[in-house]
């Protein structure tokens, strides 16, 4: 079983700064991938980033990276140079890597980012 | 190249009536899953299909029934609609190898009076 938690209901930023957004998880897994999702106020989910667990690399895309701490089951978001664009609800999630045919998301219940200009 | 789609983007219902909920997606994937979005829940797996002809339960699947009509469609039907089950509803899709990244549709927000 997984599971995802995200400890920080709602955060801000000013534009232009940088945030951290928090997650931690647990997994009987030895192999998973890890994601964060971007709901803005239209609800579509769009895939922000992904991070595959045995690599030890942290995953960037642009203004967007990870922080993979695989010990802690840390995997913290950093969106540098904020845009109010990137307002909108963050979700952690987790899904297996391999076995079975059920690679169903576990989410976290996510974060509310506000970005003030 | 649409990506995954689903209709209606918005019902409202009585209790008890029924309604399905349609998906359809164009990426040739696998695995197709429906959730359900409700305010600081996160989505919750009702029901996914591995492939075209299977179907299984997931977190909460009461109250629901699905159908895997091809690879490309998969419905979701409340047959008899109940106020708890407002909610917004995701469909998303896979490919069974490589990464398992999860592609959604647009939601559909269901309100049942």
């Known amino acids: 079983a997984q599971t995802v938690t995200q400890s920080q209901p709602e955060m801000s930023v000013q534009e232009a700064e940088t945030v951290t957004l928090s997650c931690t998880y647990d997994?009987?897994?030895?192999?998973?991938?890890l994601f964060w999702y971007k709901q803005p106020p239209s609800r579509q989910m769009i895939l922000v980033i992904r991070q595959e667990a045995y690599k030890q690399q942290n995953a960037t895309e642009n203004r967007f990276s990870v922080n993979f701490q695989k010990a802690a089951k840390s995997f913290s978001l950093k969106i540098s140079d904020s845009q109010l664009g990137d307002a909108a609800m963050y979700f952690c999630?987790?899904?297996?890597?391999?076995?079975?045919?059920?690679?169903?998301?576990?989410f976290g219940k996510g974060t509310l980012l506000t970005v003030n200009p | 190249n649409a990506g995954v789609t689903q209709t209606p983007k918005f019902q409202v219902l009585k209790t008890g009536q029924s309604m399905t909920l349609q998906c359809a997606q164009d990426m040739n994937h696998n695995s197709m899953y429906w959730y359900r979005q409700d305010p600081g829940m996160g989505l919750r797996l009702i029901y996914y299909s591995a492939s075209e002809g299977t179907t299984d339960k997931g977190e909460v699947p009461n109250g629901y029934n699905v159908s895997r009509l091809n690879k490309r469609e998969f419905s979701l039907r409340l047959e008899s609609a109940a106020p708890s089950q407002t909610s917004v509803y995701f469909c998303a899709s896979s490919a069974d190898r490589g990464t398992k990244t999860q592609y959604f549709g647009p939601g559909t927000r269901l309100l049942v009076l």
């Open positions: 999630a987790s899904t297996r890597a391999r076995g079975g045919s059920n690679y169903k998301l576990t």
């Open positions: 997994t009987s897994e030895s192999d998973y991938y």
